[in-house]
């Protein structure tokens, strides 16, 4: 080989390293409540650094699900084939409880561990946590008819992953998806039209109509929402009837997405299609709503996890890196765009663990809590969805041109990121609904002062931009227009004095200062890598240096 190709200056593969060791992630778990679950929670973050979990996500996300409508006989069996790979990331995923577990986990802070293991593990993959999310989002939902939760809850919660067409009460777990929006509606599911005819069967009604974005439809059951007699309705779905044939869910075809690319999003049409209501005729809107607000925990859980994945990739390519006479580590500009990264990460982090920890709260009946998981989701979900982009784009150019290229596994994360920006509800609807959060239920907002007050006096900057969110919201008063006009630049304001108090009760005090000095004080570019001088960016950057493996994958 010619002297030209000797490799120098080459950053060395980020692998076998410990996902999990992340500060802001391991403190939180303690902090909401879950410390019992560190154990496990490390475990998991030790097999997704590893290789083979790695090499998993990445051929899963490689080779998409195809569909086959037909077998070779012209049989119509309206199959996904998923790669081997996809089925061993479900196995361990359901196997650790990141579905529906924690509903059965009588454990103050199973929630909170939950979310630290999707947290984690969705660092090797983040396709296949779409069937994971929401068979945990189900169980909320499916509560509102306690005989059908009877039956299927404890197959939601089940730590086996069985996949195949089988009556969903014949297998040893099962996992549940969503099957809502219509072509000429989207999030307006009020403008669906598929109709559900009560069968004479009590509970069953059969539905016929086309539904334009079912993920995962391969799960054994679905929620979905249908015209019944007394209007929009909820129905649980199932792939296989009771006499064990198939339900006449017919799957016209898979979405070519921008990315989730090992997860199947579906068009489906029902032709007659049995299912049960759940909840009350008329109230379907309320019944799945409950679905899609628990979405949003991971849907905010999984962007702080693709943050810190980049995070990190960043840091150790800059590490290795030297240009311009010097490691990219060690150069102000570069200290100053990394810390900026690690800021926005920790951020999110500790708001998605604060919030999981509020479900935990609420699930064991704390008033206050429900009020701020109501409003706090819906808050955090707008701002750290649309925060992710940006920080995957930002992270991605810390490689250069290496980080443009597939085999680096950033193309990968953009190309993630805005997902949960979009999924059951994009930016619009979010912050809207915290404006319906604050209409129906002003008493969500005193919640969500009383957590920020709980911060009062430990830093000028965050005290500040409290008062000015408090006089805001106060001179807008009851106008709904000028509310609906200016949603998302007040929504962005609650997120992030709400992630400043946190961190300023609870974070690394570097960190907290440079939150409150840049997103708080108004000293901060639109860029990120605009932090004003005088922060400590050492000691901000040490905390997101991948650390190795320490214990057995």
């Keep these: 080989m010619p002297h030209t190709h000797e490799v120098t200056n080459q950053v060395p593969p980020l692998s076998g390293y410990d996902v999990s060791a992340d500060p ?45 409508t037909h077998d070779r006989y012209g049989h119509r069996v309206d199959e996904v084939e998923f790669h081997p790979y996809w089925h061993e990331l479900m196995t361990v995923a359901v196997r650790h409880g990141l579905h529906g577990a924690p509903w059965r986990d009588e454990r103050p802070g199973a929630h909170v561990a ?38 299927y809850e404890p197959l939601l919660s089940s730590p086996v992953y069985d996949f195949g067409l089988r009556e969903p009460t014949s ?16 999030s307006d599911v009020r403008a669906n039209t598929t109709r559900a005819v009560p069968t004479g069967e009590d509970g069953f009604y059969a539905l016929t109509g086309h539904k334009w974005f079912t993920s995962a439809p391969m799960s054994d059951v679905f929620l979905t929402l249908a015209q019944a007699p007394g209007g929009l309705s909820c129905f649980l779905v199932p792939r296989v009837l009771p006499d064990g044939t198939r339900n006449a869910i017919r799957l016209q075809r898979l979405k070519d997405k921008l ?85 926005e990460a920790e951020a999110a982090t500790v708001a998605g663990l604060r919030l999981a920890g509020a479900v935990d709260r609420a699930a064991a009946g704390d008033a206050d809590e429900e009020l701020l998981r109501r409003i ?50 994009s930016g ?44 805001d919201l106060g001179d807008l008063g009851d106008d709904p227009a000028a509310l609906q006009y200016r949603a998302r630049r007040l929504v962005e304001r609650m997120a992030l004095v709400l992630q400043g108090s946190l961190l300023v009760r609870h974070g690394h005090p570097a960190v907290a200062d440079a939150f409150c000095a840049s997103r708080l004080d108004s000293d901060w570019g639109i860029a990120f890598g605009t932090l004003p001088p005088g922060l400590d960016t050492a000691s901000i950057i040490s905390r997101a240096t991948p650390q190795p493996a320490t214990t057995p994958a």
């Excluded at 996992?175 to 989207?186: F, H, L, R």
């Excluded at 409950?290 to 849907?299: E, G, H, K, P, S």
């Design 24 to 68: 802001a992630l391991l403190e939180g778990l303690r902090r909401e409540g879950a410390g019992w679950a560190e154990a496990e929670v490390r475990e998991l973050g030790v097999r997704a650094g590893g290789e083979e979990a790695q090499e998993w996500g990445r051929l899963a996300e490689r080779h998409s699900p195809v569909l086959h």
């Design 114 to 151: 939950r979310a630290a293991k999707v947290f984690v593990w969705g660092q090797a993959d983040p396709g296949h946590l779409c069937p994971i999310s929401m068979t945990y989002a189900a169980v909320p939902a499916l509560r509102a008819e306690p005989g059908l939760a009877e039956v």
């Design 171 to 186: 297998k040893r777990g099962i996992i549940a998806g969503m099957s809502m929006t219509e072509k000429q509606g989207g």
């Design 259 to 343: 990315g989730n690319r090992s997860n199947a999003s579906s068009e489906i049409e029902y032709e007659g299609a049995l299912g049960r209501l759940v909840g009350e005729e008329g109230r379907g809107v309320a019944t799945i709503i409950r679905m899609v607000n628990m979405t949003r925990l991971d849907c905010a859980v999984s962007s702080a996890s693709g943050m810190r994945q980049g995070l990190v990739q960043a840091v150790h390519h800059a590490t290795h890196r030297s240009a311009f006479g010097a490691r990219l580590i060690d150069q102000p500009l570069m200290t100053n765009v990394l810390a900026d990264l690690a800021v």
């Design 376 to 425: 706090g989701l819906a808050v955090t979900k707008y701002w750290v969805c649309k925060r992710a982009p940006a920080h995957a784009a930002e992270a991605l150019e810390c490689l250069g041109g290496n980080g443009y290229v597939e085999d680096s596994g950033l193309p990968r994360l953009y190309r993630e990121s805005p997902l949960p920006s979009i999924w059951e509800g």
């Design 428 to 471: 619009n609807v979010a912050a809207l609904d915290v404006l319906r959060a604050m209409g129906r239920q002003p008493q969500a907002v005193e919640a969500f002062f009383a957590e920020i007050d709980r911060a009062s006096g430990a830093d000028h900057r965050l005290d500040a931009a409290t008062a000015r969110l408090r006089k």
